[in-house]
């Protein structure tokens, strides 16, 4: 007799279902927490860096790019924008924005509300200090003045626009910024291969770029790094650009703290809310 015809798995066709992405994002969050200080702080460093280098790949790309549609311009910054996650998700790091769903092993009670907490405090306070040390050493690089100043002037543009947001607008933008980036890791959970990381990570993240939205730790890069440039760089800098630090007298210091401030509790809301809490209320409440 014939053998009979086995079904396929779906896994082994389109990757793990959302169920299952669910049950991931949950045994990730919990790992996560068991990890040690040290471990934590080095590992947002990384994630501080990285996103500062899409960051920085954003603002090189933004430079001279006035002859082209303002869609145009805005899509070409978020699709290299997308380096930044990418080299979070595959090379292996954590983001503060990103472990905002960490709220879904919270919620099915594999960690202490402490245990989270602790996990988010570490994590963000390595991501100041790699955002933050890398925006000086790529001011230290010259990197502003690369373009004859256009670098560093398309940089002073960025940042200034940020700093004189209104508070319930920018607290939006925050909230629904790591709706995406929060969507962009919890679909690499049902990915199968670097490859596929990527091709789930690019979308959303360019949408969010394209679309204006605030990410407080990508904010770490470029509001320090517009101070710098405004109150450290050489007169000949401003000579060629034809302008003076004047022009951009609403980037302050106090400025650029509000602005991560409310970005950071915006994207802590968004993300763990309206992504995290909502899937684990589909997927995860009966097993809580």
Known sequence: MANAVETPDPKTIAGPLPPDMALACEAA???????????????????????????????????????????????????????????VIVGGAELFTGDSL?????????????????????????????????AALIFLAGEHEFAGGGVGKTALVIATAKAVLPLPQLFVLAALCNVLVCLAVWMSFGARSAADKVAVIVPPIAAFVAAGFEHSIANLYLLPYALLIKTAA????????????????ALTVSAALYNIAVATIGNLLGGSLMVGAVYWFVYLRRRA
């Open 29 to 87: 969050g919990a790992s996560k927490a068991t990890r040690d200080a040290i471990t934590l702080l080095v590992l947002g460093l990384l994630a501080g860096a990285f996103i500062a280098f899409g960051a920085m790949f954003m603002t090189i790309v933004l430079t001279g790019s006035g002859d082209l549609p303002w869609g145009v311009a805005r899509l070409l910054a978020g699709l290299v924008f997308s380096l930044g996650l990418i080299l």
């Open 102 to 134: 960490m709220i879904v092993a919270c919620a099915s009670q594999r960690i202490s509300l402490r245990a989270l907490l602790r996990a988010w405090l570490l994590v963000y306070a390595g991501n100041v200090v790699g955002a933050v040390g890398t």
């Open 234 to 249: 050489a007169p000949v800098f401003w000579t060629t650009i034809e302008q003076d630090p004047s022009v951009y007298a």
